[in-house]
């Protein structure tokens, strides 16, 4: 058993210790305290606390870094997206696969020991494997005009499974790797299609799953009246299906009355959510994913984080993908969370970051906070003299060089030459 004494220990579950200590051995936590401990190794002026969790990513996106422009209007950076995504139709190409190997490495050395991956095509599930990376992977269906959804959903499940044989157990040492179904958002996924997933997540072990929800003004426009651009799209794209109604409500309203949304699905993004959503979403124990900076980026504008918590709905962030941001800096999500929200609590925002994060992707008895018998993924950040409020110094944007992992659970993960570039 090795013991580590730090100027600060976050346990997340309870309050920072100063001058507190975190033993681990065998990978897990035995224990956490507080007081001089003569042997332990002294870690100097550090915090210690648990692995940030990424709940919402796309690292199969990650080679759009920079290619997809600001946008005024969620439309037009969607069209964007999908313009240039056809310049590369081989979802396992050599410049896919790297920029996704990068971006994930980039992303542990600036403190991140979880993800939530979402994929269309599963390319990025040896990656993670490879890196004994945790991660719930969601592998994300489309289909607004699905001749048979049960077909389709049947189909995902044993390409999942598949990519879960392949090379191995899922599970390597003490990192875990789960795949899910997920829908991608109510205006490119049927209701029958829902209904599909729905089901087969029942019948899961783990009924984990995560939708693109509430995200922009056309959304809303679209699920009240059927019109607008996204109606447009998809009758451009060919997608379009005559027998479908427009369900007149909000996207948690529609949700809630075709019986998808619980305590097991992660509504991701949620900037149009107003109150009557909020308290919906409140009472089913659905987690928000909230991505602010991505949100920006796309032109959905600035999603209501201070109102999520007054509403008593669980949150968590994610940085959402390199084609939207600059980084997956998780630490700079809390930065620009903690600059839109003001009056919440920089405790509240770590626990987001942390402890939300694990519970709403299923990894909660081991992700999250310190605590005996959870994994020993715990980061050290540096700081510097003069900080006595360690907690909202943590929310103010904390940089890749002040980041050192402790007794790391990824004796493999090596972060590759930043002079290379895709």
């Given at each position: 058993?090795?013991?580590?004494?730090?100027?600060?220990?976050?346990?997340?579950?309870?309050?920072?210790?100063?001058?507190?200590?975190v033993a681990t051995e065998r990978g897990r936590i035995?224990?956490?305290?507080?007081?001089?401990?003569?042997?332990?190794?002294?870690?100097?002026?550090?915090?210690?606390?648990?692995?940030?969790?990424?709940?919402?990513?796309?690292?199969?996106?990650?080679?759009?870094?920079?290619?997809?422009?600001?946008?005024?209007?969620?439309?037009?950076?969607?069209?964007?997206?999908?313009?240039?995504?056809?310049?590369?139709?081989?979802?396992?190409?050599?410049?896919?696969?790297?920029?996704?190997?990068?971006?994930?490495?980039?992303?542990?050395?600036?403190?991140?020991?979880?993800?939530?991956?979402?994929?269309?095509?599963?390319?990025?599930?040896?990656?993670?494997?490879?890196?004994?990376?945790?991660?719930?992977?969601?592998?994300?269906?489309?289909?607004?005009?699905?001749?048979?959804?049960?077909?389709?959903?049947?189909?995902?499940?044993?390409?999942?499974?598949?990519?879960?044989?392949?090379?191995?157990?899922?599970?390597?040492?003490?990192?875990?790797?789960?795949?899910?179904?997920?829908?991608?958002?109510?205006?490119?996924?049927?209701?029958?299609?829902?209904?599909?997933?729905?089901?087969?997540?029942?019948?899961?072990?783990?009924?984990?799953?995560?939708?693109?929800?509430?995200?922009?003004?056309?959304?809303?426009?679209?699920?009240?009246?059927?019109?607008?651009?996204?109606?447009?799209?998809?009758?451009?794209?060919?997608?379009?299906?005559?027998?479908?109604?427009?369900?007149a409500a909000s996207p948690v309203a529609y949700l809630?009355?075709?019986?998808?949304l619980d305590s097991r699905v992660l509504a991701v993004?949620?900037?149009?959510?107003?109150?009557?959503?909020?308290?919906?979403?409140?009472?089913?124990?659905?987690?928000?994913?909230?991505?602010?900076?991505?949100?920006?980026?796309?032109?959905?504008?600035?999603?209501?984080?201070?109102?999520?918590?007054?509403?008593?709905?669980?949150?968590?962030?994610?940085?959402?993908?390199?084609?939207?941001?600059?980084?997956?800096?998780?630490?700079?999500?809390?930065?620009?969370?903690?600059?839109?929200?003001?009056?919440?609590?920089?405790?509240?925002?770590?626990?987001?970051?942390?402890?939300?994060?694990?519970?709403?992707?299923?990894?909660?008895?081991?992700?999250?906070?310190?605590?005996?018998?959870?994994?020993?993924?715990?980061?050290?950040?540096?700081?510097?003299?003069?900080?006595?409020?360690?907690?909202?110094?943590?929310?103010?944007?904390?940089?890749?060089?002040?980041?050192?992992?402790?007794?790391?659970?990824?004796?493999?993960?090596?972060?590759?030459?930043?002079?290379?570039?895709?």
């Amino acid at each position: 058993m090795t013991r580590y004494q730090a100027a600060w220990v976050l346990p997340i579950a309870a309050a920072p210790i100063p001058g507190g200590w975190v033993a681990t051995e065998r990978g897990r936590i035995a224990a956490v305290g507080g007081g001089p401990s003569p042997d332990a190794v002294n870690l100097g002026r550090v915090a210690l606390l648990p692995a940030l969790v990424n709940a919402h990513t796309h690292l199969e996106l990650s080679y759009l870094r920079g290619r997809i422009p600001r946008a005024e209007r969620f439309l037009e950076w969607v069209r964007g997206l999908m313009k240039t995504r056809q310049q590369y139709p081989d979802p396992a190409a050599t410049v896919i696969v790297e920029a996704a190997r990068r971006a994930m490495f980039e992303a542990h050395a600036a403190g991140t020991g979880l993800f939530g991956e979402v994929t269309n095509s599963l390319v990025t599930v040896p990656l993670l494997r490879e890196a004994r990376m945790p991660a719930r992977v969601f592998y994300e269906l489309l289909g607004f005009n699905t001749p048979n959804p049960r077909d389709r959903v049947a189909q995902a499940q044993i390409r999942a499974a598949e990519a879960l044989r392949e090379g191995g157990d899922a599970r390597h040492g003490d990192s875990d790797l789960r795949v899910s179904l997920a829908p991608h958002a109510p205006y490119s996924v049927s209701p029958g299609l829902f209904r599909a997933i729905r089901d087969a997540l029942d019948s899961a072990p783990q009924p984990v799953t995560s939708v693109h929800l509430g995200e922009s003004p056309e959304e809303v426009e679209f699920l009240r009246d059927g019109g607008g651009g996204w109606r447009e799209m998809l009758e451009g794209l060919g997608a379009w299906s005559s027998e479908w109604q427009p369900p007149a409500a909000s996207p948690v309203a529609y949700l809630d009355k075709i019986d998808f949304l619980d305590s097991r699905v992660l509504a991701v993004h949620g900037a149009q959510f107003l109150g009557e959503d909020l308290d919906r979403l409140s009472a089913l124990g659905t987690t928000i994913v909230s991505c602010p900076r991505s949100n920006q980026h796309v032109g959905v504008g600035v999603p209501p984080i201070e109102a999520f918590y007054a509403a008593g709905v669980e949150v968590a962030f994610g940085t959402d993908s390199l084609a939207s941001v600059d980084d997956l800096n998780l630490f700079a999500e809390l930065a620009e969370a903690r600059r839109l929200a003001p009056r919440v609590s920089a405790r509240t925002l770590l626990e987001s970051a942390t402890r939300v994060g694990a519970r709403a992707l299923g990894f909660e008895e081991d992700y999250g906070t310190l605590e005996p018998g959870r994994r020993a993924a715990i980061i050290a950040v540096r700081v510097p003299e003069g900080v006595n409020d360690v907690e909202e110094y943590l929310v103010g944007g904390i940089q890749p060089d002040a980041i050192e992992w402790l007794d790391s659970t990824n004796p493999r993960f090596q972060v590759p030459d930043p002079r290379s570039h895709v």
